[in-house]
């Protein structure tokens, strides 16, 4: 069953500022991780990945940066509007012969017109 | 064509029912997933069909019983859930099951099991 209490983190910020949702992973030999963006009753939905051979790297509206030394991801959201208000799951490829995505926990973030 | 399409949409069974989840793909890709999804939790892989042969099976219950008809199908059949298996369950395609690629994820069926 699920758990009573259980709670999302929640990031709420205000229409037109910048957000930025952060992610620790686990495992040093992952290579490559992505950024889904799940609204509610659907499936997550690709924004933007990086691989381990990159620090950095920008899309529209979004940027994420990857931190190896202390396995950090983070994705940044310019101008952040309404319509970004979902969950956003960090996720990883373990590169360990095991080649599937292994989600991280969530953060929902709420967008405050 | 970018989509992976599930259906049904909505599924409501009873605990003594034999239902299917189905799964449509036509991006070519050769590696398909069905992934798990709890209210407020993350997506967990269940199973992963690399080339039409289950590659990973991650210690699901044989009530769960996939298969992959060809490459651009995966069905999930279903018996004597219980009600804890009630859930989104997410269908996934990539190009391949080599790290480094993107998965595309359909919308989700939702089951409720009675």
């Known amino acids: 069953g699920e758990s009573v209490g259980l709670h999302l983190p929640t990031l709420s910020v205000q229409e037109g500022d910048n957000s930025i949702i952060n992610c620790a992973y686990s495992?040093?030999?992952?290579?490559?991780f992505i950024w889904y963006k799940q609204e509610s009753g659907k499936g997550p939905q690709f924004i933007i990945d990086?691989?381990?051979?990159?620090d950095k790297r920008q899309g529209q509206r979004v940027t994420v940066l990857l931190n190896k030394t202390v396995k950090h991801l983070s994705l940044q959201i310019a101008a952040t509007q309404p319509g970004d208000s979902a969950v956003y799951f960090c996720?990883?490829?373990?590169?360990?012969?095991?080649?599937?995505?292994?989600f991280g926990s969530g953060t929902r973030l709420q967008v405050q017109p | 064509d970018t989509e992976v399409t599930q259906t049904p949409k909505h599924l409501v069974m009873g605990m003594t029912n034999k239902k299917s989840l189905k799964c449509e793909q036509h991006?070519?890709?050769?590696?398909m997933y069905w992934y798990k999804q709890k209210a407020k939790k993350p997506p967990e892989l269940m199973f992963v069909?690399?080339?039409?042969?289950?590659?990973i099976n991650e210690s699901v219950p044989s009530r769960f019983s996939p298969e992959c008809p060809n490459s651009s199908l995966l069905n999930l059949h279903l018996h004597a859930l219980q009600p804890e298996d009630s859930a989104l369950y997410l269908c996934?395609?990539?190009?391949?099951?080599?790290?480094?690629?993107?998965?595309?994820f359909g919308q989700g069926t939702r089951l409720t099991v009675v």
């Open positions: 990086i691989r381990s051979n990159m």
């Open positions: 996934a395609s990539s190009q391949s099951h080599q790290g480094g690629t993107e998965a595309f």
């Open positions: 069909y690399s080339y039409e042969k289950l590659s």
């Open positions: 495992n040093s030999a992952s290579d490559y």
């Open positions: 991006m070519g890709h050769r590696a």
């Open positions: 996720a990883e490829n373990m590169d360990t012969g095991r080649r599937a995505l292994t």
